[in-house]
């Protein structure tokens, strides 16, 4: 019989005393349940006396977001260490630091980043992240090259791939990211003052093609190891270190889906300055730090990733002459349409952000959701044919003073 089962408060603590070394052998152990996730039990436990703290996350067999009725495996836990694991060797210090796992009960004890905030939530508060661009390019960089084709044994990725399948939560990415934003799903939600831009997207056939085409790659191409939810929530921040957290959506799909994420996630944020800044200077400046961020975060992966090819490639196919260009090219355009896909889920699909429903004037919600879907749906539509960062740049200026 399994062991599995949702711990309690007490019994985290039973289980994070037996990590070797950690907490001193005197002194209380403190737990508190603190997962505000759509999908686990996040308990926070720690040791006053010693001043000593530690994560465990455990997965809940099903969806927290939406209840019992919506079952999910708990391999996922198993995915999400293995993945954290992974990361950490190709960028080192950028992920919490793994003290144990264990797939049975579905959790990883992990470092407290209690330090640290919560990108979005820093984001809406005001925070500045200067060595965010430099660092999340790094992870990025870094991750997709050395667990794709070009950066890994072809034989070895061809397993990898086989023990990253997570069929059932690349499921739900297909369903609310690529499939109901774009039709009357049971799941969509969405303001009703939006029911008319919602009948929009609903009968937009050409983006219903350009949606079709990013669904395809996400289905099919099997590019690197994804992080597969890497949005500001999957980030804990400060001014001087950033740290990738959650990794269970992890897969092996097209790389412009993880690096799509991040800047879909700046760009819903940008969406919503009227709300977070407080005057018109300050929503300026905001506005023009966000998209200083988007194009340093780009700029830095490309020539992050263009300098890993060209100095540890495995490939020597690799090194036919344009090929490298025209990749590059194709991972622009994949990461523009991801981009705008990542935020129309955000305004109509299951799973909302902070950043816009947290907008208490209805009047300034709506003109933030429709920042947000005339610049998803611009850039959705531009996939295929998009040649420079830039491109994504004018269309998000543009839309910020509709
Ligand atoms: C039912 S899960 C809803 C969303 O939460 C996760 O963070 C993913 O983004 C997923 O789509
Ligand atoms: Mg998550």
């Given at each position: 019989m399994s062991k599995y089962h949702p711990l309690t408060e007490k019994e985290a603590i039973q289980i994070a005393r037996t990590i070797p070394d950690f907490f001193a052998a005197e002194g209380e152990l403190a737990s508190r349940e603190i997962g505000d996730g759509n999908l686990n039990l996040v308990f926070h436990v720690s040791q006053p006396s010693s001043g000593r703290s530690l994560i465990v996350k455990?997965?809940?067999p099903y969806a927290k977001v939406v209840g019992e009725s919506w079952p999910l495996t708990l391999d996922r836990a198993r995915i999400e260490s293995e993945a954290l694991l992974i990361q950490d060797r190709?960028?080192?210090g950028l992920v919490p630091k793994i003290y144990h796992t264990d797939n049975e009960l579905a959790l990883t004890i992990m470092e407290d980043l209690s330090s640290h905030v919560i990108m979005r939530q820093g984001l809406m508060e005001g925070g500045v992240y200067p060595k965010f661009a430099d660092d999340i390019s790094d992870f990025l960089a870094k991750t997709l090259f050395f667990t794709s084709d070009l950066g890994m044994n072809q034989q070895e990725k061809k397993l990898l791939v086989r023990s990253f399948a997570n069929p059932e939560l690349c499921k739900i990415t297909e369903d609310l990211i690529f499939d109901h934003p774009y039709t009357n799903a049971d799941t969509n939600s969405f303001d009703p003052h939006l029911q008319e831009d919602v009948d929009q997207l609903w009968s937009d056939t050409a983006l219903h093609l350009e949606v079709a085409i990013l669904r395809e790659k996400f289905l099919?191409?099997?590019?690197?190891l994804l992080h597969g939810d890497l949005h500001t929530g999957s980030i804990f921040i400060t001014p001087e270190s950033t740290k990738v957290i959650d990794p269970e959506f992890a897969y092996f799909g097209p790389m412009g889906f993880d690096i799509g994420a991040v800047l879909a996630n700046l760009l819903l944020h940008f969406a919503a300055q009227e709300h977070w800044s407080a005057d018109e200077a300050t929503r300026q400046t905001r506005r023009q730090y966000l998209i200083?961020?988007?194009?340093?975060?780009w700029e830095s992966f490309e020539r992050k990733f263009r300098t890993l090819w060209n100095e540890q490639g495995v490939d020597r196919v690799a090194n036919a002459p344009g090929y490298q260009e025209d990749y590059v090219q194709r991972l622009l355009r994949d990461t523009i349409g991801f981009t705008g896909a990542k935020m129309v889920r955000r305004i109509v699909g299951l799973a909302h952000v902070a950043d816009i429903d947290r907008i208490p004037?209805?009047?300034?919600?709506?003109?933030?959701q429709r920042i947000v879907l005339a610049i998803g749906t611009k850039l959705i539509k531009s996939n295929r044919n998009a040649t420079s960062i830039e491109q994504l740049i004018d269309i998000a200026e543009a839309a910020s003073t509709l």
């Open positions: 455990q997965a809940l190709l960028a080192h099919t191409h099997a590019q690197a200083q961020t988007i194009r340093d975060i004037d209805p009047a300034v919600r709506a003109k933030a």
